[in-house]
């Protein structure tokens, strides 16, 4: 099964239009954030900026893709807020279930928005 956030590859080389003025005139910064997020500087409004500026994760303190594991973890395989934490923490990954807990309100609708109606069911049944 494919997952609607999966990293793509592509990904990597792909420009990024600034989301403050909508210009696809950026170029990519030598620099990339702590998370490892790449950065550019829009031509046109000078704005600097990173892969998830513009986006509900931005101001995260975890990645993109952990964000969205938790969710993926904690609704598809009903498991428990604390067990979720303790899952990510053996594999270095240090949150408390209250983080589990605002992080599943705050994404899972978008992460149903993403998806069709019938893997969002797949993804939640069980
Ligand atoms: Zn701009």
Redesign the pocket.
Same mark, same amino acid.
């Given at each position: 099964m494919e997952y609607p956030f999966e990293k793509q590859t592509s990904d990597e080389e792909r420009p990024m239009n *600034?989301?403050?003025?909508?210009?696809p005139s950026?170029k990519e910064q030598s620099k990339k954030t702590i998370l490892g997020y790449r950065t550019f500087r *829009? &031509? &046109? *409004?000078?704005?600097l900026?990173n892969e998830r500026t513009g986006t509900p994760f931005n101001s995260l303190e975890y990645p993109t893709d952990i964000v969205l594991l938790v969710i993926v973890w904690r609704l598809r395989n009903k498991l428990s807020l604390r067990d979720v934490a303790e899952m990510f923490l053996e594999r270095g990954w240090s949150f408390t279930h209250e983080t589990v807990r605002d992080c599943k309100a705050r994404f899972a609708p978008l992460l149903a928005g993403q998806t069709t109606r019938s893997s969002w069911k797949i993804l939640v049944r069980r």
């Open positions: *600034c989301p403050h003025c909508t210009s950026t *829009c &031509a &046109a *409004c000078k704005h900026l």
